[in-house]
């Protein structure tokens, strides 16, 4: 008992991950592991079920008690986490590239950096309307200007990618401030383009030439997984596309966006000759 409450021990036994399903040997040992000493599971009738099944593999990792990702999940736990690392910061003066993703009511505004020397990945800011607010809920324009404006100041930005729905004004503003050579918008609306830009950023996530710092564990750091981890995959005629898990969700992907934003980015950055190039004076605006 704890302040009058009864307390409930909780022992969750997890069988190892990515066990290999069609090996009998490897399905019973996670299957034992799973179960403990709960002596009275049906092992034998679990191994047969898993081994000879037709159900896709998320469904049998239930008896194995692992975490299940969705069907149509676009990026899994494992993938996301083996591309962490807590060493080489970003510091300031940094090359960098930019994704920004606004909005102005329901939706999160992000803007996420990608260092150019490396594929580190990075928060500079997020804004997303809290579960208690009312329905006149905005997001604080003149802090996504602020944080935009710091990021110019603090780093050496050579690209930033900027989808215009709701700012297309201010995407102009600082296009002049920084630099027309720097500041672009890219419609996310546009399928072909999207399309391709998730494929490359997914497979730089599959290949180790992503990197970020973010297990979740910050209360403004950790959003980047949360959102990443959010996104579902959709196919369209021109590829894969990526979305909330519907339309009315309340798991934000926004950061999502910018990250592939930023990660594109990056990649013309360098293409165009900017990386480790000198950095140029910034005047800024305000």
């Known amino acids: 008992m704890?302040?009058?409450?009864?307390l409930i021990l909780y022992d969750c036994r997890e069988a190892v991950s990515n066990i290999d399903?069609?090996?009998?040997d490897a399905v019973r040992a996670g299957l034992m592991e799973a179960y403990g000493d709960s002596w009275w599971a049906p092992i034998d009738q679990?191994?047969?079920?898993?081994?000879?099944?037709t159900n896709p593999a998320h469904d049998y990792r239930f008896y194995l008690n692992n975490i299940a990702e969705s069907a149509d999940t676009w990026m899994t736990k494992i993938e996301w986490d083996a591309c962490y690392t807590d060493t080489d910061p970003i510091r300031p003066g940094d090359q960098i590239s930019i994704g920004f993703d606004g909005s102005l009511f329901n939706d999160a505004t992000g803007i996420v950096g990608c260092r150019l020397r490396d594929g580190r990945l990075f928060t500079i800011g997020v804004w997303e309307k809290p579960e208690k607010a009312g329905p006149d809920w905005e997001v604080d324009v003149l802090a996504v200007e602020a944080a935009m404006k710091r990021a110019f100041n603090e780093y050496n930005v050579e690209w930033a990618y900027c989808d215009p729905p709701y700012w297309q004004e201010a995407i102009g503003r600082w296009a002049l401030a920084y630099g027309d050579d720097k500041v672009f918008e890219y419609w996310t609306s546009k399928p072909s383009r999207m399309v391709n830009a998730i494929e490359r950023f997914r497979t730089a996530v599959?290949?180790?030439?992503?990197?970020?710092?973010?297990k979740g564990l910050d209360k403004i750091k950790g959003k980047l997984t949360r959102h990443v981890l959010n996104?579902?995959?959709r196919?369209?005629?021109q590829g894969v596309l990526?979305?909330?898990d519907s339309p009315k969700s309340k798991r934000k992907i926004d950061l999502a966006v910018c990250a592939i934003l930023a990660f594109e980015a990056r990649a013309d950055a360098i293409a165009d000759g900017r990386l480790n190039r000198k950095r140029r004076r910034v005047v800024g605006f305000g």
Do not use: C
């Open 2 to 6: 704890l302040n009058g409450n009864p």
């Open 21 to 24: 399903l069609k090996d009998p």
């Open 46 to 53: 679990l191994v047969n079920v898993i081994i000879y099944g």
């Open 206 to 214: 599959t290949t180790g030439d992503v990197q970020h710092s973010d």
């Open 231 to 233: 996104a579902v995959a």
């Open 235 to 237: 196919e369209v005629p």
């Open 242 to 244: 990526i979305r909330k």
